[in-house]
């Protein structure tokens, strides 16, 4: 049996109700009659009632991100460790009215393999992309690798993350719990959940943005190992329209073996020091004694870095159309849906702020001090 999961001849009966379906139309159709989302929202919401009466979810979390205060029911103790440990310096308690409620659900593999596959592409093998569909304020994705269920009914401020087993989930789903839910909830004219780190310093905040392997963690860490905060290492929330704010999300840093071997302090607090060379160590910062975290500052500017190779580091100014081509395509490919909306934030973005190329060098020290002579322009 699967505690607070979905289970039994509820399952089944519920396959067959999904089975029943036929698949959705892309959000473009023009059939107006399409009403596979709701459907399932409402299967999911009419299990999550009839399991919940009479029983009481072993953990319920409360976090605030930005001004959304968020809570995250979790079926079993002990699933606490998994999901709330990236979300712990945010943790708030339950007193203040909660914007957006995460629904955690064990299923099993059959169960999510019913909805998973009524989604558009999903049978399709060829197709990389992830399998999205949206559609009147409701939002569906599923996650390939992880076996797992995203949804997202934004108008009633309700989500559901499905899984299957809690030992089989990834190790970025570790480090970054609900990714696809938060990235749809903060999608708005004037705020986005951004791929970057970002660091804090006197109450002002720094983007450091760039693909993968740019220097972009290695450079965040060599900041707060000197006396700066820490924001976010791969995904933070950025609100505003010409006066720019950033939020937390996650307090996890995730580091090539490469990086790990720059900041061996780091070593003994990797929670998979096992991760195979495609993969990357993951830490949690907050609970690192050393390290500052702070939860939002007033967003000052973007960097840019790059690996200088040498023990030096400089900086220098850029356009804004240089930072938004290294900005937003990490960003966009991340995200998990309406990826229009979200260059069109980055463009505003990149428009307002001042942008930095970064040549870092091996000392992280130095690094630092470039840093802050950023800060101080």
């Known amino acids: 049996m699967i505690s607070g999961g979905l289970t039994g001849k509820r399952i089944a009966l519920r396959m067959n109700d999904i089975s029943g379906l036929e698949k959705p139309e892309p959000e473009s159709s023009s ?15 009419s299990d999550f009632k009839k399991k919940n009466h ?15 205060n968020i809570r995250i029911v979790l079926p079993e103790a002990g699933f606490s460790s998994f999901f709330f440990r990236p979300f712990v310096h945010l943790g708030k308690d339950s007193g203040d009215e909660t914007s957006l409620s995460i629904l955690c659900f064990k299923a ?62 990834p190790y970025y789903e570790s480090g970054s719990p609900f990714k696809n839910i938060l990235q749809w909830w903060f999608e708005n004219r004037d705020s986005s ?10 109450g002002m905040a720094l983007l450091i943005a760039g693909r993968g392997g740019s220097g972009k963690s290695s450079t965040a860490l060599s900041c ?27 307090n996890s840093i995730k580091l090539t073996s490469d990086s790990l071997k720059k900041f061996s302090g780091i070593n003994k607090n990797i929670i998979n020091p096992s991760f195979t060379k495609n993969e990357k160590g993951v830490a949690f910062l907050s609970e690192i004694k050393k390290f500052a975290m702070a939860r939002s500052a007033s967003l000052k500017g973007v960097i840019l870095p790059e690996i200088s190779g040498f023990d030096h580091s400089s900086f220098s100014r850029i356009s804004s159309s240089e930072c938004f081509r290294s900005l937003a395509p990490s960003t966009i490919f991340q ?43």
Do not use: W
């Not at 059939?31 to 919401?45: A, G, P, V």
């Not at 009479?54 to 959304?68: A, H, Q, Y």
């Not at 995200?335 to 060098?361: E, V």
């Open 193 to 202: 959940m951004i791929h970057s780190a970002s660091i804090a310093f006197d």
């Open 108 to 169: 099993g593999s059959d169960y999510l393999k019913s909805i998973q596959q009524i989604l558009p592409g999903y049978t399709e093998k060829k197709n990389r992309d992830v399998p999205f569909f949206t559609r009147r304020g409701i939002t569906m994705s599923v996650g390939r690798e992880s076996n797992t269920v995203s949804l997202l009914n934004k108008d009633k401020g309700v989500a559901f993350f499905l899984f299957d087993d809690i030992s089989n989930l």
């Open 31 to 45: 059939n107006k009659n399409n009403t596979q989302l709701e459907d399932i929202f409402d299967l999911l919401i």
């Open 224 to 250: 707060i190992m000197n006396g700066m905060e820490y924001l976010g290492d791969d995904y933070i929330v950025v609100n505003g329209e010409k006066k720019f704010s950033v939020s937390s999300v996650y």
């Open 54 to 68: 009479g029983f009481v979810f072993k953990e319920d979390k409360f976090i605030s991100i930005g001004e959304s």
């Open 335 to 377: 995200h998990i849906g309406r990826r229009k909306n979200i260059s069109k934030f980055i463009a505003q973005l990149t428009k307002h702020l001042p942008c930095y190329k970064l040549k870092a060098g091996r000392d992280p020290e130095l690094i630092s001090e470039i840093v802050k002579s950023i800060f101080k322009e």
